[in-house]
């Protein structure tokens, strides 16, 4: 491990420097897997937050509480540690540069990581298809990698505050329904493809919203972390 | 070779009997969803199930003709790829031996089909012999959309990936044809006893 970095009061980048490392696709994830001395392990998946062009590993891991792996990592970790990495994993949930529709990414809380991966690495080839970030979060506190989604380079990235918005607000201070996505996505006829990850309620509604805007199921990729219900982001 | 992950102690929940989780497997009592797509709601007016492909004649049974086959009510431990495992999950549904009672097939392997276009393949084999089921029912309620209602595929002694969701049907074949998420390099046959994950394990 190289370096942690804060990103919220939750949710810290940790990146790695990982001898061996072929080529990854951006949203494809890792297997963590932590070993104790008398053997025990613990495994999770985290998704990759870098893009294959940075020169490093990077994972952006949000603290659960009473959780066994994420507070590990989020908290005890230590610049030169070793942990055990293995990947990448996944293949569908993965985008990359292609001619074509444009391409749409919903983000609720930490399912940011994987679509920021899919926005740095549309930069870093300077793609040419339109990209678009709807991605909500609690607060403006709450915003994983907020300098870099909010500078003046960023791209297409629209923010959505659901429970707190900071006064002069002038981006988006609602849940992610039906209407905000028919209003921020590209229409159906248009045929983008979507990427969306979050918990799983957030991913059922905003999946839900998109196929009843008539966008194509099978152009509407999902990701889901965390528990069954799962609060709003 | 494994290394010892400084600082890391890890939580044993002394409640579970670890003979009962496979290797790399922890224990929740939550139930979480992964799909790779939309939660399809289909209408059970138009539901049904189908098993054709390398078989006499194919046969199909209606949601109402499915439901008054005689079914059973099991309970299971069922282990995620994703690394959660479940135990006692109580589901009911109709056993494959049943609906495979009566097709005349030389096929030896099978591609589960589903609403949403998902697919997924095993050796008939593991289909028998009281290991499989097609469920529509969890814990004595009509099983959730999310969880792959009307009706899921239940192969518990494998992944859970396996488990196909809004099951529809199922081909059998002569030759075994990799399905979704075998194509994006997750183990072929998916023992989690033997932690076969992925491609190679
Ligand atoms: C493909 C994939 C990619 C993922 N990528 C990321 C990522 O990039 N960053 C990241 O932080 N996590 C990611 N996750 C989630 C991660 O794998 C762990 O589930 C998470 O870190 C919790 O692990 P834990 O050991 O700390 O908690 P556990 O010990 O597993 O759980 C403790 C308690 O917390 C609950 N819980 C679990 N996850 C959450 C959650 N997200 N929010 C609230 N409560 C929860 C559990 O239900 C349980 O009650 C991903 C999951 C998958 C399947």
């Not at chain 2, 549904?93 to 949403?116: P, R």
Request: net charge negative; charged share 25%.
């Amino acid at each position: 491990m190289l370096e942690l970095i804060e990103q919220t009061a939750r949710t810290k980048s940790i990146v790695f420097d990982v001898p061996g490392w072929g080529r990854h696709r951006a949203g494809q994830h890792v297997d963590v897997r932590l070993t104790a001395e008398d053997g025990y392990q613990a495994q999770r998946s985290y998704s990759i937050a870098s893009a294959p062009e940075d020169r490093h590993i990077e994972l952006t891991v949000e603290r659960i509480d009473d959780g066994e792996v994420s507070p590990y990592l989020a908290d005890e970790l230590l610049a030169g540690d070793e942990i055990e990495l293995r990947g990448p994993i996944g293949g569908y949930f993965a985008w990359e540069e292609a001619p074509g529709m444009p391409v749409f990414l919903v983000g609720g809380g930490s399912g940011i990581v994987p679509l920021r991966a899919m926005l740095r690495h549309h930069r870093a080839t300077d793609s040419a298809v339109p990209v678009r970030l709807l991605y909500s979060a609690r607060s403006l506190d709450d915003v994983i990698y907020r300098d870099e989604l909010t500078a003046a380079d960023a791209g297409d990235v629209r923010l959505t505050l659901t429970r707190r918005q900071p006064a002069g607000w002038t981006g988006y201070g609602r849940r992610v329904d039906r209407e905000l996505v028919a209003e921020v996505c590209w229409p159906a006829p248009e045929r983008p493809l979507v990427y969306v990850c979050g918990p799983t309620g957030f991913v059922e509604a905003v999946a839900g919203a998109l196929v009843s805007l008539g966008h194509e199921a099978a152009r509407i990729r999902t990701e889901r972390f965390g528990p069954t219900g799962g609060e709003t982001p | 070779m494994t290394r010892i992950t400084r600082g890391f102690h890890g939580r044993r929940r002394p409640d579970v009997d670890p003979a009962r989780v496979p290797p790399g497997q922890y224990v929740t009592q939550d139930f979480p969803v992964l799909s790779a797509g939309p939660t399809p709601h289909g209408s059970l007016d138009t539901w049904s199930f189908t098993i054709r492909g390398q078989v006499d004649q194919p046969h199909t049974w209606t949601f109402d003709e499915f439901q008054a086959l005689p079914r059973e009510t099991v309970t299971r431990d069922i282990h995620c790829v994703t690394k959660w495992s479940k135990l006692d999950t109580v589901w009911t549904g109709v056993s494959l031996d049943t609906l495979l009672d009566g097709v005349e097939t030389s096929a030896e392997y099978v591609t589960a089909f589903s609403d949403g276009g998902y697919t997924t393949n095993l050796p008939l084999e593991d289909l028998t012999g009281g290991r499989a089921w097609i469920a529509f029912s969890y814990d004595d309620e009509p099983l959730h959309p999310e969880h792959g209602g009307p009706a899921r595929l239940l192969v518990p002694h494998l992944y859970f990936w396996k488990s196909a969701k809004w099951v529809r049907g199922l081909e059998l074949q002569p030759e075994d044809e990799p399905g979704f998420w075998e194509g994006y390099g997750y183990h072929n046959y998916g023992d989690p006893w033997r932690e076969q994950r992925y491609a190679g394990d």
